[in-house]
T-cell receptor
Framework: QKEVEQNSGPLSVPEGAIASLNCTYS??????FFWYRQYSGKSPELIMF????GDKEDGRFTAQLNKASQYVSLLIRDSQPSDSATYLC?????????FGTGTRLQVFP | DTGVSQNPRHKITKRGQNVTFRCDPI?????LYWYRQTLGQGPEFLTY????????KSRLLSDRFSAERPKGSFSTLEIQRTEQGDSAMYLC?????????????FGPGTRLTVL
């Protein structure tokens, strides 16, 4: 079992819709969770982090964490074509980040 | 606040050659991480420093790989006797332990191609 699992996609949504990206992790003791966006050929860019159960909102982005289910998600409201990218879920290990393989999001006009 | 910088951005080398990459972290960040990313995969941890001390190395890290951060500022990653399997994007990230979550910010990466 991989430590951090994501559906590789692609996830295709129309412009203006809500995109829902999901991630599960295996280490029940994990405390901090991160979402990064990565455009093709570029490096990961931090979107947001979450460490408490529940929802955390930042503009069009909402991260959701459920530690009991070992599940973290990212919602993108009013999706735009510029949101088309790979979204990486990362869980903090001892100090390093453990990444999933990423979910490719395609937002079509 | 200038971001993390990495040089060179691209490196093409022949199998068996040595290569060295440099990373300059965000100023005042005391932690510096190296990751490697291949196509279709997430970044994979290689090693990290807190100030000048190397605190962890991945078990996957071959002894051909060595990293230094001599003065606790910039870091270098050297790969000796490169192999085609070393072709990847090498990412550097930095963070500060003074924050709540030790959030890591990535540089633009160095893309290595081994012929």
């Amino acid at each position: 079992q991989k430590e951090v699992e994501q559906n590789s996609g692609p996830l295709s949504v129309p412009e203006g819709a809500i995109a829902s990206l999901n991630c599960t992790y295996s280490d029940r003791g994990s405390q901090s969770f991160f979402w990064y966006r990565q455009y093709s050929g570029k490096s990961p860019e931090l979107i947001m982090f979450i460490y408490s159960n529940g929802d955390k909102e930042d503009g069009r982005f909402t991260a959701q964490l459920n530690k009991a289910s070992q599940y973290v998600s990212l919602l993108i409201r009013d999706s735009q074509p510029s949101d088309s990218a790979t979204y990486l879920c990362a869980v903090r290990g001892t100090d390093k980040l453990i990444f999933g393989t990423g979910t490719r999001l395609q937002v079509f006009p | 606040d200038t971001g993390v910088s990495q040089n060179p951005r691209h490196k093409i080398t022949k199998r068996g050659q040595n290569v060295t990459f440099r990373c300059d972290p965000i100023s005042e960040h005391n932690r510096l991480y190296w990751y490697r990313q291949t196509l279709g995969q997430g970044p994979e941890f290689l090693t990290y420093f807190q100030n000048e001390a190397q605190l962890e190395k991945s078990r996957l890290l071959s002894d051909r790989f060595s990293a230094e951060r001599p003065k606790g500022s910039f870091s270098t990653l050297e790969i000796q006797r490169t192999e085609q399997g070393d072709s990847a994007m090498y990412l550097c990230a930095s963070s500060s332990t003074s924050g709540i979550t030790d959030t890591q910010y990535f540089g633009p990466g160095t893309r290595l191609t081994v012929l």
